[in-house]
């Protein structure tokens, strides 16, 4: 293994989770009187922190969200992932082969630690990922694409973040993992590959990341 830890992105890597909470944030923003297509929210938000819809919209409009906007959003997400989440194909392949080989991996993610866990349980990925593994924007006081929580995952597990790599599917990711001194690998599944500039490798199954670590 060239790498001394594997970081993932969750949304979109683990838990196939964009396209669900993507079409509810289009929709939801629609219904507050800011017109946005599934289209524009993966282009605007996909990888990034509820602040960044915060910052966006009041810097595009001048009108601040409803205090409620993140509460009444994340009910909504939490009760599709329930009737639809499911792992991204290969996940379970990839994490075995990972844990069969002793090499240390963690999720560090723009969502919050209840969306985590919600969409871990949800998938059965929760079995994968304990405590101690879990890293959400929550903890540092900026989201990607400043590198603050991949630093911050590699501290907390004990790397040096030269001798880590991560696995995103986001623009905002991929530079945050950049800024950090990290090799990056891009995930295309949902992603062009064009947007995820700077990515050392690309790839567009989940079961090829093995092989390309090695």
């Known amino acids: 293994m060239r790498y ?3 970081i993932f992105d969750n949304d979109g890597v683990l838990v196939d989770s964009e396209p669900i ?7 939801y923003l629609t219904e507050l009187g800011h017109p946005t ?9 996909m990888g990034s922190a509820m602040h960044r819809v915060h910052d966006l ?3 595009r409009t001048g009108q601040r969200l409803p205090d409620d906007f993140d509460d009444v959003f994340h009910g909504r997400v939490f009760a599709a992932f329930e009737r639809e989440l499911q792992p991204v194909p290969g996940v379970v392949e990839v994490l075995e082969k990972l844990a069969a080989d002793a090499v240390p991996y963690c999720v560090a993610s723009s969502g919050s630690h209840e969306r985590i866990r919600v969409g871990h349980r949800t998938t059965g990925l929760d079995r994968w ?3 101690e593994r879990v890293f959400s924007s929550q903890d540092v006081g900026r989201g990607k694409p400043a590198p603050d929580l991949f630093l911050h ?3 907390r597990m004990g790397v040096a973040p030269e001798r880590c790599v991560v696995v995103e599917d986001s623009p905002l990711g991929v530079r945050a993992a950049l800024a950090a001194g990290m090799d ?3 995930f295309t599944a949902m992603t062009p590959a064009e947007r995820l500039t700077g990515a050392k490798h690309l790839f567009a199954d989940l079961r090829e990341l093995p092989d390309l670590l090695m």
């Open 4 to 6: 001394d830890l594997v």
């Open 21 to 27: 909470s993507n079409r509810l944030l289009a929709g």
């Open 37 to 45: 297509t599934y289209e524009d929210s993966i282009r605007d938000y």
């Open 57 to 59: 919209v009041e810097e």
């Open 129 to 131: 990922f304990t405590d």
């Open 153 to 155: 995952a590699a501290e």
């Open 184 to 186: 990056v690998y891009g």
